[in-house]
């Protein structure tokens, strides 16, 4: 099972549209969640956190649920300048020899069109 | 303009060809980090730096060897190579080794053909 497993898509949507995205993580001692977002032939850029509590930056939404070990970004309200890779990041328990490293999914690529 | 650079942004070399990669921070990072992208797969961290010492070989192959002269360099020796490297190679710096903010900060890449 991949540490990081994301629906590689692509997620074709019009401007306007509501556009989710899952994640699943293997490892149930991981500590801390966040997405990125990656512009074609550009390096990836934190895009945020993600909560316990769920949070909201704008008219992005991203939830945790560490039972199932499942994260989730929501976008609405989506604009063209959207489109890009959103990658899901998973980081591990620092402590002991552990110093929190980060496992990358390979990314979910959406294209928002006009 | 990025806080981390990476040269050469292009290199096409045969196999038995030896090349470096070289990576540099301007943010004051106490960590640094090399990735390999490839087409379809996740990131796959493969060298890791905290204050020059390296704390991280992910089962790199030998014939990729990193070196980390100061805080703000980072380079990636590339030796006798294969044409499944080819590959973004993706230098990364974070404030500190936990990146307890899970920010890190990339360069745009080093995008390597090997013929």
């Known amino acids: 099972r991949k540490e990081v497993e994301q629906d590689p898509g692509p997620f074709n949507v019009p401007e306007g549209a509501t556009v989710a995205f899952n994640c699943t993580y293997s490892?149930?001692?991981?500590?801390?969640f966040f997405w990125y977002r990656q512009d074609c032939r550009k390096e990836p850029k934190l895009l945020m956190s993600?909560?316990?509590s769920g949070n909201e930056d704008g008219r992005f939404t991203a939830q945790l649920n560490r039972a199932s070990q499942y994260i989730s970004l929501l976008i609405r309200d989506s604009k063209l300048s959207d489109s890009a890779t959103y990658l899901c990041?998973?980081?591990?328990?620092?402590?002991?020899?552990?110093?929190?490293?980060?496992?990358f999914g390979q990314g979910t690529i959406l294209t928002v069109h006009p | 303009e990025t806080g981390v650079t990476q040269t050469p942004r292009h290199l096409v070399m045969g196999m038995t060809n030896k090349k470096s990669l070289k990576c540099e921070q301007h943010?004051?990072?106490?960590?640094m980090y090399w990735y390999k992208q490839s087409a379809k797969k996740p990131l796959e961290l493969m060298f890791v730096?905290?204050?020059?010492?390296?704390?991280e070989n992910n089962s790199v192959p030998s014939r990729f060897s990193p070196e980390c002269p100061n805080s703000s360099h980072l380079f990636l020796h590339l030796h006798t190579l294969q044409p499944e490297d080819s590959a973004l190679y993706l230098c990364?710096?974070?404030?500190?080794?936990?990146?307890?903010?899970?920010?890190?900060?990339f360069g745009e890449g080093s995008r390597l053909t090997v013929l």
């Open positions: 730096y905290s204050l020059e010492e390296r704390v």
């Open positions: 990041v998973v980081k591990e328990r620092t402590g002991g020899t552990s110093y929190g490293k980060l496992t």
């Open positions: 990364a710096s974070s404030q500190d080794l936990r990146v307890y903010t899970g920010e890190l900060f």
């Open positions: 490892n149930s001692a991981s500590q801390s």
């Open positions: 943010l004051g990072h106490n960590a």
């Open positions: 993600v909560y316990s």
